[in-house]
C-alpha cells in the first residue's frame, strides 16, 4: 500500500522529578540534603532511511511518544534520561506543522538524522537548594514537559526523470523496458494507480532514476482524477519527459498542450522545468497506412513553434545538429524530440543515452 500523506501526533519526553531525601547513615547526626536530579526526558529524531520508499508503516499508528526521563534519588543519584526517539522517513518526506501548514523539516539526504522535538530538563533534587538559610531544603524541582506537536508528513518521490502524460499512453511500458521496475501494465486507462521508480542502467558505471507518475488528466491541477494528488511528486524531478501518444484519440497537439497547461497552473517553476517530448507507440503508428509519423511530428513542432533540427535517418530531433548540449540551449524548447516503441525497442537506446546526456549536461549549467 502507497501512501503519501499522513498526520501523526509527535512528543518528546518529559523530564524526570528532582528528589528529595536526607542523608541517613550511623553515628551522622542531621545528615543533609543528597536528593538527585532527574533525567532529562527523551529527544525525537526523523532520520532518513532509502530501503523504506512509501509512509505506509504509520497506518494505524497515530502517536509517537519519547520515554520520560526517570526520577531522581537519594544519595545523589541522577535518573537516567530517557530513550530517544528515532522515526525513520523514506528520502523526500517533508514535514508540516498541521495548524499552520508551515514546513518543518525537508527530508532529502540519505542517512540524515535530525533533532526535531527536545525532551525536557530533569528537575533539580533538594541538594541544589540548601543554603546556609535552609540547610533542610523539602522540595524540589518538577521536570519540564516534553514539546508536543501534530505534524503532517508528504513524500515526493526524488527522481532524475519524471514521465509526464495522459493515462495509458505507455509510461509504465517504457520504465518496464528501461528500467528495472515492474509496473502494472494493461490496456486501459489508470492502470498506474501509485508512482514507481525504477533505475536505468546507462553503460556499466552510471545510471539514473525514473518515476512513472499516474496519468494526469484535463483539470488535475483543480482536484479531478489522480492527477492533483501525484503532481507533486514530479516537483522533485529534475527533467520532465512528455509522453505522447501517436496512437490516441486526442492529437499531440491537444495532449501536450493540455499538459503543459495543468503543470503551468499546479507550479511556475515546475513549467519551466528542463525537458523532453517522447511520442510512444511508434510501431502502431507505423502499421497505419494512413497516416505519416514524420509529418505527424513535423506538424506538431511547427504548431507550437519548436525549432528542432531532424538529425538524418533516426527521427530525432535537437536544438543542434550534433549530439550535445551547453549553455546556448533555449530552456523553454524541449531538449529533443523522438518517436519509440517500447514493444519493438526501436530508439529505446537513443533515449536511454539522451537523458542521461541531458541529466549530465544539466548538472554541468548548475
Not at 514546513?103 to 533533532?115: A, G, H, R, T, Y
Not at 488528466?217 to 501517436?246: N, P
Not at 517500447?342 to 549549467?365: H, I, P, T
Amino acid at each position: 500500500m502507497f501512501v503519501d500523506s499522513v498526520e501523526i501526533f509527535v512528543s518528546s519526553g518529559k523530564g524526570g522529578e528532582g528528589a528529595v531525601s536526607f542523608r541517613r547513615e550511623k553515628y551522622v547526626l542531621n545528615g543533609g540534603p543528597d536528593g538527585g536530579d532527574g533525567g532529562k526526558g527523551g529527544n525525537v529524531y526523523f532520520q532518513v532511511d532509502r530501503n523504506t520508499d512509501t509512509l505506509s508503516h504509520f497506518r494505524g499508528h497515530k502517536t509517537f511518544k519519547a520515554q520520560n526521563g526517570k526520577p531522581g534519588e537519594g544519595r545523589n543519584k541522577y535518573g537516567k534520561k530517557g530513550e530517544d526517539l528515532v522515526i525513520i522517513v523514506p528520502p523526500g518526506t517533508q514535514v508540516f506543522d498541521s495548524q499552520s501548514g508551515e514546513l518543518l523539516l525537508d527530508l532529502v539526504e540519505e542517512s540524515q538524522k535530525i533533532l526535531f522535538l527536545e525532551g525536557g530538563k530533569g528537575g533539580l533534587g533538594n541538594v541544589h537548594f540548601k543554603s546556609a538559610t535552609n540547610q533542610r531544603p523539602t522540595y524540589a524541582q518538577k521536570g519540564l514537559v516534553g514539546i508536543a506537536k501534530q505534524i503532517r508528513l508528504e513524500l515526493k518521490l526524488i527522481a532524475d526523470v519524471g514521465l509526464v502524460g495522459f493515462p495509458n499512453v505507455g509510461k509504465s511500458t517504457l520504465v518496464s523496458v528501461l528500467s528495472n521496475a515492474k509496473p502494472e501494465i494493461a490496456n486501459y486507462e489508470f492502470t498506474t494507480l501509485i508512482p514507481k521508480l525504477g533505475i536505468v542502467n546507462v553503460g556499466e558505471y552510471q545510471s539514473f532514476v525514473i518515476a512513472d507518475i499516474p496519468g494526469i488528466i484535463g483539470g488535475a491541477s483543480e482536484g479531478k482524477g489522480l492527477g492533483l494528488e501525484f503532481l507533486r511528486h514530479i516537483e522533485r524531478t529534475r527533467f520532465l519527459l512528455f509522453v505522447l501518444d501517436l496512437a490516441n484519440y486526442r492529437t499531440l497537439q491537444e495532449q501536450f498542450g493540455a499538459l503543459r497547461a495543468e503543470l503551468e497552473h499546479f507550479s511556475t517553476e515546475l513549467s519551466r522545468r528542463p525537458f523532453g517530448i517522447m511520442f510512444s507507440k511508434l510501431d502502431v503508428q507505423q502499421n497505419a497506412e494512413s497516416q505519416n509519423v514524420q509529418e505527424e511530428i513535423a506538424k506538431f513542432l511547427n504548431a507550437f513553434q519548436f525549432q528542432l533540427t531532424q538529425r538524418e535517418s533516426s527521427g530525432l530531433f535537437t536544438q543542434k545538429d550534433k549530439q550535445d548540449f551547453g549553455k546556448d540551449y533555449d530552456w523553454s524548447m524541449p531538449f529533443f524530440a523522438l518517436g519509440v516503441s517500447s514493444v519493438s525497442g526501436e530508439n529505446l537506446e537513443s533515449l536511454r543515452f539522451l537523458l542521461y546526456s541531458c541529466l549530465k549536461d544539466f548538472d554541468a549549467q548548475k
